[in-house]
């Protein structure tokens, strides 16, 4: 091998020493960031693991208020219908139909509308039994109308009454 080839080749291996070690500064750099990155993944992993066994700590105890709310909604409409009987029981002169409700305040507002639609029916029907009312026996007895006499008839009217 000459001079000259000898050269150009410690010049080709000097350039592929240079290639190699930004190669290798390169793979330290991706392999740095991908150690960067793989310790953030596994980070997001377990946050994410968190996460889920918070949500589903979060679904078990929705589920447990969903299944207590169930069961007071349940409660408050048998307190409502028992209340509902209880007043219609005390007050037997309300129809049933006009007493419904889900919640006992719905109930009393319903009592309140019946008591109401009673009053005005008891009410509409005793004017209807004065307006329709006729007195018993004959009616009382009244003089004759003088308006309508002459003098000479009240006169005799008069002297009648006092004879006899």
């Known amino acids: ?75 408050a409409r048998d307190a409502a219908q028992r209340y509902r009987d209880l007043a219609l029981r005390g007050a037997p002169e309300l129809p049933e139909e006009l007493v419904a409700g889900e919640t006992v305040e719905e109930v009393e507002q319903a009592l309140q509308r019946a008591r109401e639609t009673v009053s005005n029916v008891r009410g ?17 007895r009244s003089g004759p109308d003088l308006a309508g006499m002459s003098s000479e008839e009240k006169i005799r009217y008069g002297l009648q009454q006092r004879t006899g």
Do not use: C
């Open 1 to 75: 091998m000459s001079d000259d080839e000898l050269t150009t080749t410690q010049e080709e291996l000097a350039e592929a020493k240079a290639e190699l070690e930004e190669l290798q500064v390169g793979t330290a750099d991706r392999e740095a960031r991908s150690a960067h990155l793989e310790s953030e993944l596994a980070e997001a992993l377990a946050e994410l693991a968190t996460a889920q066994d918070t949500a589903k700590a979060r679904d078990l105890e929705l589920a447990g208020v969903s299944e207590r709310t169930q069961a007071l909604e349940s409660q």
């Open 124 to 140: 509409h029907l005793e004017s209807q039994a004065q307006a329709g009312r006729v007195p018993v026996g004959a009616p009382p």
